[in-house]
């Protein structure tokens, strides 16, 4: 099973602000911000919550298990 | 803020043409010694005074390389993506400046060699050295004079990610550099000086990176919210200390097996500067490695 996330949409839904924005928001790298949205990377549960509480949303709307997503 | 940007910009301008100026002196001075010592031909006192001269040519040169890296670096570190052209200048600084005590080095076993009536090899070795520095101090110079280093500073970012690279990058270098200069130990063995081809060389050779992570220890020092690595920079240096680990195990039992027989001979005294190089530029490595696994 894999996480994934809508974590670009939500970018470009929220005046598509840039990664280098975001990563500035939640304190990390832009570097981060790249490899979740590449799915190389997983967030840690502070820093998907950070993100979350920033585009004021729930975690589970902005990342998923891969294989729920497709159930659905 | 900005009359400090001015002053800063006029102290490197000085220094870079003093560099150059002194390059181009130095090539004369060379070029008039040279014919006489490579035939043993007795040298005037004027003309060994002038020996003075390109020292502190020299030393004006390494003051500039660090000055310039440095202005280099405080640049990058606010990019938003870090450029090949920047990493490439932080390079050539790093090399010039680790290419002054080369300088140094080969003069000195120049003037030894004249003075015992042997020949002087290093001359070759000489004068490729001083024309890569030279270059360096003309990009340098010509990058002060576009007013490339001193433009303003793009929007700050809170984490950087450019300085971790960065750090990565001379470690690299260094580590490159220290295992080439270790290994010559394994083919000129009888000459091999603990003081002088280990510990001064080893200290030189990892002074770059010595200053690159100082300065980034400091900024990081300045930080409001401190925290040394980003998360996934944490990551990608839990990676490359595994990496490192397993590699250096398996290169230090390998240099065990290879000197079985002659434990006590020159590698008595090498396993420490190939050990320390070679964690570093594994490290270096597999933090570049797995930094660009986005």
């Known amino acids: ?49 950070k993100i979350a509480r920033f585009f004021k949303v729930r975690v589970e709307d902005i990342f998923y298990l891969a294989k729920e997503e497709k159930e659905k | 803020m900005k009359k400090a940007r001015e002053t800063l910009k006029t102290v490197s301008l000085v220094l870079g043409l003093g560099s150059i100026s002194f390059f181009i002196f130095n090539y004369f001075v060379f070029a008039n010694l040279r014919p006489k010592m490579i035939v043993f031909k007795p040298i005037s006192s004027r003309e060994e005074s002038l020996m003075n001269w390109v020292g502190i040519g020299l030393l004006i040169s390494l003051s500039f390389y660090l000055l310039s890296v440095w202005q280099i670096i405080k ?78 500073k793009p ?8 300085l971790f690279l960065i750090v990565q990058f001379v470690g690299l270098v260094c580590g490159l550099m220290g295992l080439t200069a270790s290994s010559l ?16 060389s080893s200290f030189i050779l990892l002074l770059p990176y010595f200053l690159v992570v ?4 400091l900024i990081k020092l300045r930080e409001k919210d401190r925290q040394w690595y980003d998360e996934k920079q944490l990551q990608d240096v839990g990676k490359s200390a595994f990496l490192t680990l397993i590699l250096s195990i398996v290169f230090m039992v390998f240099l065990f097996a290879a000197n079985y027989h002659q434990l006590d001979g020159v590698v008595s005294i090498l396993w420490l500067p190939l050990y320390l190089f070679l964690v570093l530029f594994l490290f270096s490595l597999g933090n570049l490695y797995f930094s660009a696994q986005e």
Do not use: C
């Open chain 2, 185 to 200: 130990g394994f083919l000129f063995s009888r000459a091999w000086n603990l003081f002088l081809h280990v510990v001064l």
């Open chain 2, 75 to 152: 640049k990058l570190k606010n990019l938003e993506k870090i450029k090949t052209s920047f990493v490439f200048l932080v390079l050539i600084g790093v090399l010039s400046f680790l290419f002054i005590f080369s300088d140094v080095a080969l003069l000195n076993d120049i003037g030894k060699q004249y003075r015992h009536g042997l020949s002087q090899p290093e001359w070759r070795l000489l004068y490729p050295l001083v024309s890569f520095q030279l270059l360096t101090s003309l990009s340098f110079v010509y990058l002060d004079l576009s007013g490339f280093l001193s433009q303003k």
């Open chain 1, 1 to 49: 099973m894999k996480l994934d996330n809508h974590l670009r949409r939500y970018r470009f839904n929220h005046q598509q602000i840039s990664q280098q924005d975001l990563a500035n928001q939640v304190g990390v790298t832009r570097l981060t911000i790249h490899s979740i949205e590449k799915g190389k990377f997983n967030p840690s549960t502070l820093l998907a919550l």
């Open chain 2, 155 to 162: 929007k700050p970012v809170v984490r950087d990610s450019n």
């Open chain 2, 214 to 217: 100082s300065y980034w220890f």
